[in-house]
């Protein structure tokens, strides 16, 4: 099974309301990333949290990490019929070795309605 | 413009009939790595690599081949395609840090359809 797990799996939103989509994980991590894909195109990266990390802030996104429980979390701050996409969280499948596996979770489709 | 490209886009063959999908990287990044794409399956990793002539199998790596020749590219070999590989591939590359340890931020592909009949 994936390491990346995320929910809820679809999520639809008014314009103008907040956005929190989450994800867990099952093998210690060096980092974990979040990323966006509209409908069948390539991945876009959104942000990056280390594990040494809590929480991360990048524009109207907020990632929290919480390592002892082993998820973390998108929010998605005043959403816009733009943000529309699926997003995912993928993580580097190692201990303390050098970087191999990543591993992505299946994703939650965000609709945002007018 | 920094970018990974693949080719084809799209890509509708017959079983098995040897393809290859190329993907290319400009950014000189040391990790590159294939995925594929289904319905409700998320992203799942085939092979990555971590520098030349070093490869190693993501989570599905059967029937599929890789090579890493030259730092820049990453081609994709299906030797003997099936229907179970129609998908959506998509090829990225990323940069290492600390010495090669820490895997940054993927830059994606715009990924190639494949339709095996």
């Known amino acids: 099974s994936q390491q990346g797990e995320e929910d809820p799996q679809a999520l639809s939103i008014q314009e103008g309301e907040n956005a929190t989509m989450n994800c867990s994980y099952k093998t210690s991590i060096n980092n974990l990333q979040w990323y966006r894909q509209n409908s069948g195109r390539g991945l876009v990266h959104l942000i990056l949290i280390r594990s040494n990390e809590r929480e991360k802030h990048s524009g109207r996104l907020r990632v929290t990490l919480d390592t002892s429980k082993k998820s973390s979390s998108l929010l998605i701050t005043a959403s816009r019929a733009a943000d529309t996409a699926s997003y995912f969280c993928?993580?580097?499948?190692?201990?303390?070795?050098?970087?191999?596996?990543?591993?992505f979770g299946s994703g939650t489709r965000l609709s945002i309605r007018p | 413009e920094a970018q990974v490209t693949q080719n084809p886009r799209y890509l509708i063959t017959v079983t098995g009939k040897k393809l290859t999908v190329t993907c290319s990287q400009n950014?000189?990044?040391?990790?590159m790595s294939w995925y594929r794409q289904d319905p409700g399956l998320g992203l799942r990793q085939i092979y990555y690599?971590?520098?030349?002539?070093?490869?190693d199998k993501g989570d599905v790596p059967e029937g599929y081949k890789v090579s890493r020749k030259e730092k820049r590219n990453f081609p994709l070999i299906l030797e003997s395609p099936s229907p179970n590989q129609t998908s959506l591939y998509f090829c990225?590359?990323?940069?290492?840090?600390?010495?090669?340890?820490?895997?940054?931020?993927?830059?994606f592909g715009p990924g190639t359809r494949l339709l095996v009949l």
């Open positions: 950014m000189n990044h040391e990790y």
């Open positions: 993928a993580t580097d499948a190692r201990g303390y070795s050098s970087a191999s596996k990543i591993i």
């Open positions: 690599s971590m520098n030349v002539e070093v490869t």
């Open positions: 990225a590359s990323s940069p290492l840090t600390s010495g090669g340890a820490l895997f940054e931020t993927q830059y």
